[in-house]
């Protein structure tokens, strides 16, 4: 410890000299005048290194209003599944879509044997029409035709198809062209 220097009670150096401590003051008051005002709140902050704004106090950004976040949200991209079922939903397609898989899924709905020899035509106002490739077997498809309705409504849902129409096999057209003679058309012709 110099001889200008007593201790004080904190055990710290004090100058012993009041002019010294008056100079310190001053200069230590002169440096902060000269240094730019602290940045409030509000206000541009100071410049840091080559211009760049100081990293220490910088606002927090919200992010906008549109932003969704890192959670699932009505704007991310969705499923195509599940964006066609809503589309069928929108529409009412749903019902058409499920009698329209049936000729798809035939077999597996009315048995393979069935299948085999009769096939879906036409489905209109819950009427579902079937073509049999001979008529033995549209007779026995009308014989079946409880049970296959009971498969049909199990499939597509109740209510679906209310009647089973059954046709036998069509015969040739002897019609060609639009224009036609009344009378009893074409005679010996089997025999």
């Known amino acids: 410890m110099s001889p200008e220097e007593s201790p004080d009670s ?5 100058p012993a ?8 003051s001053q200069l230590l008051a002169d440096m902060r005048a000269a240094q730019p005002v602290a940045r409030q709140p509000g206000q541009p902050g100071r410049a840091g290194r080559a211009g760049r704004p100081s990293n220490r106090r910088r606002a927090k950004r919200r992010p906008p209003a549109d932003y969704s976040g890192p959670g699932p949200d009505d704007r991310d991209p969705q499923p ?7 589309l069928v939903g929108e529409r009412g397609w749903r019902q058409a879509l499920a009698v329209g898989g049936v000729e798809g899924r035939w077999a597996q709905i009315v048995g393979a044997e ?3 020899h009769c096939l879906p035509e036409e489905f209109e106002a819950g009427r579902l029409t079937v073509r049999a490739d001979s ?5 026995q498809v009308r014989m079946l035709a409880p049970t296959l309705l009971a498969r049909l409504n199990d499939d597509l849902g109740a209510g679906t ?11 040739p057209s002897w019609r060609k062209g639009k224009l036609r003679v009344k009378g009893r058309g074409p005679r010996d012709t089997y025999g």
């Open 135 to 139: 008529t033995a077997w549209a007779t």
């Open 17 to 24: 000299n009041p002019d010294q401590t008056d100079l310190s």
């Open 10 to 14: 904190s055990g710290a150096s004090a």
């Open 114 to 116: 069935v299948a085999a």
């Open 161 to 171: 198809v209310t009647h089973l129409q059954v046709l036998a096999p069509q015969g």
């Open 80 to 86: 195509v599944g599940s964006a066609v079922d809503e």
